[in-house]
């Protein structure tokens, strides 16, 4: 776009360079007095991280289902206001957030697009972003662009007043919270069966280019004794990087392409779309690739205490008749995106010992 | 739309042989532990359940005159969150809705539009709704399709976290919180002369396809000595399915295209816009039938305790002079629709009794 | 338009009278019990009421820094509801409001942009506004047109229910809230070395329809010793109307179009953009004036007290490089907006005694 080619003498030194560094080499720049500040990459939360943050989760539900204590939890932030900046479409990430901030007691603004934006005045989006921090406590931010998140969450930490990012998607790679959402279901699924560690899953649908799957596979060094199935068609199998972190963390994995071979031998079913939002039209994808359906018949040859899971929204992947099987666990899944953010966003403003104080 | 095609694999046995009862057979469906859960149908509404929420009303306009009211009124449902979705455009009655939820303390998410949402990724609108269901605690929805709020409601009350629906307008036929307010005005401003009941109502514009005047219409079976008045030029006549229901319930109707002469002889003349918006394009209608306009002149024929009243959004139905005459009771008659979608929330979450008590 | 031909039957008589008057005349009619009810000039406000909406805007800032403090805030006015009525694109202005609102505990509703609106079904923008008033305490607006936000509490003025208006940027000339935002900068900016008093401030763009340059210099006649210095391109100089005003009331100017010898030799530099959005195509504006940007190497030329503000958005008019320089001010005065802000809806429902109640 021209608008871009217009803004581009307005850069900021050093960005590139930083850009370039791999993600290991850059956690300590988003986090602050040893903790959590921003939230960039998936590769931000450990082990510790993820249990404590799947308590404090777990609490925060706990704490909902009572007037009293929904009142407890929206006294915990009201003094703090968040901005959700969207520039995508998404009704999931978007409205789990802004309920997450609603139950901890946080004010919203939200800017959805850009065509209310200054950005029609010629602005560069680093001072919209900056222009964001002015008036608020939280950034949420969600936007088709790589690196996005990072870059608003890098322009922040130089200035006099940095507040913390939260990246609800960036580009086609990284969607921390989602991964976070997942964990989060896998625990609380299997809590009467040991939890996650030990457990096999499989991953069905587009896995070279579903972010969720990816994102989730790298989380597994976390976990002990997990394994993996891919399952895809030949054209959507999962990528080499991922594949070689996996072989080097010890996890183990297989590939194939009969889905319905898998079912009897997993854990967990993580089902995906095969979908083509990332081209420039979605009716050029007419191929939706049947073999790949959750269907109800096929709820007789999965264990009785399988886990099945979406990132939603579906098209076809799993029939609406499963629905109603107790093992569907893709609504809950969608719920516990707003307890796990509601968890993330008190731990980011350190309310979670007020929260955990209520069960001592 | 193409997109309809592809989803309809995707179907809830068992809707389209619900949607095909006479209404008298659902409404058991829409209620729960012995009162109203989803409010679809202005049917649901009895004498005893309109009486008792035209108090409820009065007493929640009273409480939000003084700021200790209106902090009692906003303590009432703090814990709980509200979706607004309207895929069609409203000004009054979201408005009205995000204001009386916002009186009780609720919180409130909105989507308008289908632009940000996932049904741009495929997804069918039952999954979208149950999605919204996920985050939040009620759910108000105006649709363009007839019988969309009912079908949501069925959708989610076979899930297993249902939450309440509330119609805010369906198509060409059903607006029940439209026939609350217009009931609650007609009361209150009937309250110095003995209420609604014994009471002359003239219906004047767009009889056909008003569904303001249709609902009001059916709701006067809950009234004693109502008698009516249809005025309209002869293409806008109200449909016969209403005047066979008035003569079952023996309530008397005239018909005329007369306006002038009815203006002396009725306690309430209710104007409407005679509109084109169900059709492509509104430009088409040219005709606005000037005789069926309510102009200053005639504020020296109507009686002196005669109520004005208009759903609003008016165009030339009736002058701008008119509104400073004190029986012009449209502006008070858009501010009831908050009053009344607030004591409708009330009673849907059951907190009417601490309202009362307030004033025991 | 069409539509507003349509319209024109549905006059509000008096207001064309009303309107010509000039603005001195009218100042009264938009007070109420001897304070502003509603604000749409920056003409309504003299020095005694400047300096304590700062004092006001001062002590917002302060509390809102703690949770306790914040808490009190939010508690002064959750009985009020807010309308945000922007017709116009705004990042700033509307999310300075909002974040303002939410400080104070109003429930915010809002509406941006026409097309959601009941204007689609041949409202008159009064009525639209009427709607408005009847369910909030205060309305917002921002409106391309002239006129708009007076006219809006002109029509109001005269209902049974009037509620203040304030206007967020009306047509090419008033936006008087942003020249309380800049008057609150500099008071702050020059709090080490006396005030605003006596100072030497030099505006720098397009001063032909800067609305933020022409605003500040009005209210410039309420500062003793201020100088003024101009500096424009030949085509954007200032209009003769604010030169006579300045002439009048012995606020000396000087008027250049050579910007770097100016740099030394002022207190202040409130830099603007030279831009298009009034014209029907901004990409016509292909001209960037770069004589009339601020750089990195200016820095060293101004004084070290000098105070560097720009209204923003900015295009290339201060190099980002510039923005770590503690005299930039302008992210400052960006934030600032929403304290004064905060502070004048806090004045208008009369809370501000409750805030300096603390501090006593």
New interface residues.
Partial sequence: M?RFA??T?????GWEEFYRKPVDEKLDFFRKDGRLFDVIFAQQFDRRFLDELCRLADKIRLL?KT?SG??LL?RLL??K?A?LY?VQ????T???F??AC?LLGL?V?E???T????E?????P???I???A???DLIVCRHPEAGFAEKTAWVLN????PVPVLNGGSGPDQHPTQALLDIYTLEREFQATGGLDGKRIAMVGDLKRGRTVRSLSYLMKNYRGVSLTFVSPEVFRMKDDIKQFLRKHGIPFTETDDFESVLPHVDAIYMT?I?N?YASD??NETETYPDFHFRREHLARISPHCVLMHP?????EI???V??DPRAAY?RQ??NG?WIRAALIAHIFRAEEEILAEFA
Same sequence: chains 1, 2, 3.
């Fill in positions: 021209e217009e803004t003498r307005q850069t900021y030194e909902a007037k929904a009142l929206s009201p003094h206001r901005m969207f479409p998404s009704t999931r978007f409205l789990s802004q309920n609603y004010r603004s800017s959805r697009g065509s209310t934006s200054s029609v005045k010629g602005e560069s680093e001072d919209t900056r222009t964001f002015s008036y608020v130089q200035t006099e007043r779309r979908q939002e979605p009716r939603l929204p579906r098209r076809y029939e609406v008749a629905d109603k609504w969608e719920r707003m």
